[in-house]
């Protein structure tokens, strides 16, 4: 995960026919989520906001 997907949690995800998903985008915060999701549901498909941060690995100290 890069620095900027870190910074910017929130995602919406699109459902395609085929079975397949898309990262349409990434957002910092949930509101600005929901909102971009109802302007696209509005133009048909179908959407899903989701929490996609995962953590970034502890450094292994060996010693």
Known sequence: MTYRDSI???AIYQYL???ENKCVTRLRNRSEADA???I???GGGNYAVVYDHQP???PVIQG
Do not use: I
Request: hydrophobic share 20%.
């Open 8 to 10: 910017r949690p929130w």
């Open 17 to 19: 026919p085929d079975g």
């Open 36 to 38: 971009y999701v109802s």
């Open 40 to 42: 696209f549901r509005q």
């Open 56 to 58: 970034q690995p502890k």
